[in-house]
């Protein structure tokens, strides 16, 4: 019996890489059990039991995170002015969420180098044109600047979606952003994580502020447990909720032990896997 998955237009069956590898893995335990087990592995195509908004569901997180900061902090992400390293599955989403949002974004760049425009970016415009031509390098709706000029532009957030070591000791104290989101994976050196601190610079950290693919693969499983899909807004609902929950715990450590960001979610999850080992007891 095929799996009924979200009622949404399936793509034709040009899957990605990952999706790909996704749907053997599933068929490969499926064919040793007998049956289909779309729960045991997520990242699959929508037509096998994957997840809407998966895809997306990093980059928007990001922004997610971000906007719940700002008002934290008491600025309105309407009024941001925002550069991005990285315009492909998150930095791309990101900067459309962002503008989505209100915000302006300046800047953004990928392996090739960036555009930047004080006035603003078509980023609608611009991801048409990435698609086409694979990359922003260019682009006419801006100047060209190189991927470490981009870092070091004046703005109110940077968000930081390209690769790890990207702010390190060395053009830390030239960045001048208030806010990093690190939509990548350690962007930020330990050493650079030290300077920003010191200049005030507010970081926020990649296991949370990038964890909204992961989370949206949980939701992935849990729709395969039940056999029940959510649409995109629901999605998009718990993901909120999830996430600003999770930066409110982060944020009241950080407040409340005068620590950083980066270690007030690290002091967070250690505190949960502790508490869950104290209530189940350990064998000896």
């Not at 779309?38 to 809407?52: A, D, F, H, Q, Y």
């Not at 502020?209 to 999605?235: H, K, M, P």
């Not at 967070?268 to 000896?284: F, K, Q, S, T, W």
């Amino acid at each position: 019996m095929p799996i009924i998955g979200p009622q949404e237009d399936i793509p034709a069956p040009d899957l990605a890489t990952n999706e790909q590898t996704m749907a053997w893995m599933m068929d490969t335990y499926s064919m040793q059990v007998g049956h289909a087990v779309p729960e045991v592995v997520t990242g699959k195509p929508l037509s096998i039991g994957g997840s809407v908004f998966r895809n997306e569901a990093t980059g928007a997180g990001v922004v997610m995170v971000t906007a719940r900061a700002c008002e934290r902090l008491g600025r309105s992400i309407a009024e941001q002015r925002c550069v991005v390293q990285g315009f492909g599955n998150v930095g791309g989403v990101a900067a459309r969420e962002l503008v989505a949002c209100g915000a302006t974004v300046v800047a953004v760049s990928d392996a090739t180098g960036g555009v930047h425009d004080e006035e603003g970016l078509d980023v609608d415009a611009l991801s048409r044109y990435v698609r086409e031509t694979g990359s922003v390098q260019g682009w006419a709706g801006g100047e060209h600047v190189t991927n470490e000029e981009l870092l070091e532009l004046p703005c109110d957030i940077l968000v930081l979606a390209a690769r790890e070591d990207q702010v390190t000791e060395e053009n830390a104290p030239r960045v001048r952003a208030r806010l990093i989101a690190e939509g990548a994976n350690a962007p930020t050196s330990v050493e650079a994580d030290a300077i920003l601190a010191e200049r005030g610079i507010v970081v926020l950290p990649d296991i949370l502020t990038n964890a909204g693919g992961v989370t949206v693969s949980y939701f992935e499983w849990v729709q395969d447990l039940g056999r029940l899909f959510w649409d995109r807004d629901e999605i998009r609902e718990k993901l909120a909720e999830k996430l600003d929950d999770a930066f409110d715990r982060v944020w009241e450590i950080s407040q409340r032990r005068e620590v950083t960001l980066r270690t007030a979610a690290l002091v967070a999850g250690i505190r949960e896997v502790a508490a869950a080992l104290d209530a189940r007891g350990l064998y000896p």
